[in-house]
């Protein structure tokens, strides 16, 4: 088999909420983090339960298509990190972000646990 490698970027107008309104509350920029390895000691962290071992590839901030960006590769691994946000989902019913997957896993299918291979998903 194949090496698979699978990037994400999380662009900067991503993780905000829609409110009912039409305004919106924005989540995150990235913009307060440095260019470069994305520290995962502060606001962001590495999701309990998933495991010590040092990614391949930690996740970093970098400008993409001039915007600011997180990049997330793997390579035969799982990359599961999180922040806390508190929302009132009342005023902010609507999640929007974007994400721009740069390599699928070929063959991936996530009706299947054989090869439930998710390029990117959130999680509540």
Known sequence: ???????????????????????????????????????????????????STPFKYPPAIVIDDGRRALRMKTDHESMKIWREVRVDVSKTPRLVWEWKALALPGGGDVRTSKRNDQAARIMA
């Open 1 to 51: 088999m194949g090496v698979r490698i699978h990037r994400i970027l999380m662009l900067a107008l991503a993780l905000m909420g829609a409110t009912a309104s039409g305004g919106s509350v924005r989540m995150e920029t990235w913009g307060t983090s440095e260019i470069g390895p994305m520290s995962l000691s502060g606001k962001w962290q590495r999701y309990p339960r998933s495991g």
